[in-house]
């Protein structure tokens, strides 16, 4: 008889959240036919489908959501138990798992991230990056870093004061062409490249000063969803890019790109560590904190 493991239940909880299999199984770090695989055995010990499955989406069977609904609470349950065991360890181990943006990652990864995993070599740390905004308990992070301001107001933050500010930039060879802007306003007379945020809404650049705030809808040749592929526009010559600072702090310190309007991009929030306020915190988690404690008071 099958007996299915913890994992097969969270993997069928994680399928439900995400609305699919390809999502689903990169989150629990495993292939999308195993993932099948463990639907299929457990479909076919309870005799009833779980999901319905298409080319293009997936969503639960009647049956599926009473059996999601049913077995949600008890592995809360589980995990908590789980949790108040590991928090009695003497030496932090096992896997953290980080949600944060691109941006961010760079921004703590030397500092916070290989400093904690050279400190503690027997913990795992899973870092995922991603543009959108995620409730990290339901998608089953331990921490997330975000900008201070996007932190949910449930959860403790632990400055890590790294404060980010915008940078407008563009190539010389752009500016060989074109006169580099004195204000906001200015930029109506300039390529620029568009951003397309996880929402799909167009980014507008935002600039402030002396108490003057403009949001500016600029218009240019080209509209790109990652700030790595906008940089190397920018680097072509093919326009002016708003990027966080810390993207582009190499280019404009070797010459490849030039900063402008600088006055009016003061900085922003710091970056956030932040986690829910769970009372049994594993070694690891209550170590990692520590460390962001640590490196925000430098």
Not at 116 to 125: K, N
Not at 154 to 183: C, K, N, W
Not at 191 to 201: D, M, W
Not at 219 to 232: K, N
């Amino acid at each position: 008889m099958y007996r299915p493991a913890l994992n097969d239940l969270h993997a069928i909880l994680a399928i439900a959240r995400r609305g699919s299999f390809r999502a689903a199984a990169g989150d629990l770090g495993m292939s999308t036919t195993a993932l099948s695989n463990v639907v299929a055995k457990l479909e076919a010990e309870l005799g009833v489908r779980l999901f319905n499955r298409t080319t293009r989406s997936v969503s639960l069977t009647g049956a599926g959501r009473a059996f999601v609904d049913e077995i949600a609470v008890p592995l809360e349950d589980i995990q908590t138990a789980m949790d108040a065991a590991r928090s009695q360890q003497a030496t932090p181990s096992g896997t953290l798992r980080i949600n944060t943006f691109a941006t961010a990652a760079r921004e703590i990864l030397s500092p916070l991230v290989l400093t904690f995993i050279r400190r503690y070599p027997e913990v795992q740390v899973d870092l995922v990056t991603e543009g959108r905004m995620v409730d990290i308990v339901a998608e089953g992070f331990d921490l997330g870093v975000r900008a201070c301001n996007l932190v949910p107001s449930d959860m403790i933050a632990v400055p890590l004061g790294r404060p980010q500010r915008a940078a407008v930039v563009g190539s010389p060879a752009y500016f060989e062409a074109h006169a580099q802007p004195q204000t906001p306003a200015d930029l109506g007379h300039h390529r620029c490249i568009r951003v397309r945020l996880p929402s799909g809404a167009l980014y507008r650049w935002h600039f402030e000063k002396d108490g003057q705030k403009a949001d500016v809808d600029v218009t240019g040749p080209v509209t790109l969803d990652e700030a790595s592929l906008a940089r190397s526009a920018v680097l072509e010559g093919i326009g002016l890019g708003y990027f966080l600072e810390a993207n582009v702090r190499a280019d404009i310190a070797e010459g490849d790109l030039v900063r402008v309007l600088e006055d009016w991009t003061p900085p922003l929030t710091d970056l956030c560590l932040y986690y829910p306020g769970r009372r049994n915190a594993s070694a690891a988690m209550k170590a990692f904190v520590a460390l962001a404690r640590e490196v925000g008071r430098r």
